[in-house]
């Protein structure tokens, strides 16, 4: 498995993934703004994906540098068959050795605790587990889960 920056020809990859979550999130593969948001960050080099050397996505993720020293996590979601190998991880310590500078810190939106996906996709533990902490409640999901945002502070990188 390898962690690359993500090009034109991972779009049906992206929509593949989504199709595996919408269930959680929402409708997402027939819908326009997804289509336009994996682009944008498909032309900004901002999309990062897992492959091996079969077909298809193992993982996907669009980060957003634009509002920096304040990053986010906009979109991560590992395949169904992939889950449990540490590919989240991978994409997440790349995103952050590639587009983060402390000090800072970086957002994520997830479900909130009284999500059905909160302990079905294991989101919130898997933020937990990289050092994210549980911050204030946010809008509601497209399919009215309740969201929440996690905060990861980044310090600053020593000199030298």
């Known amino acids: ?16 993934l989504a199709s595996e979550v919408e269930h959680w999130f929402g409708p997402m593969v027939a819908e326009s703004g997804f289509h336009d948001a994996v682009r944008k960050n498909l032309r900004r080099s901002t999309a990062l994906v897992a492959v091996s050397s079969g077909p298809g996505l193992l993982g996907g993720l669009l980060f957003g540098t634009s509002h920096a020293p304040t ?4 979109w991560l979601v590992v395949s169904e068959q992939a889950r449990g190998q540490g590919i ?11 587009y983060v500078r402390g000090p800072g810190s970086v957002e994520v939106v997830t ?7 909160a302990s079905a ?20 999901g497209p399919e009215g889960g309740s969201r929440q945002v996690y905060r990861l502070a ?3 990188k020593p000199f030298g």
């Open 1 to 16: 498995m390898r962690i690359r920056v993500a090009d034109e020809h991972d779009f049906p990859g992206f929509l593949s």
């Open 121 to 140: 996709s294991g989101a919130r533990a898997f933020y937990e587990r990289l050092g994210f902490t549980p911050a204030e409640a946010t809008d509601p």
């Open 88 to 98: 989240g991880r991978a994409l997440m310590a790349d995103a952050m050795r590639r």
């Open 154 to 156: 980044v310090p600053p």
């Open 111 to 117: 479900f909130g605790a009284d999500h059905p996906g």
């Open 71 to 74: 990053y986010h996590v906009r």
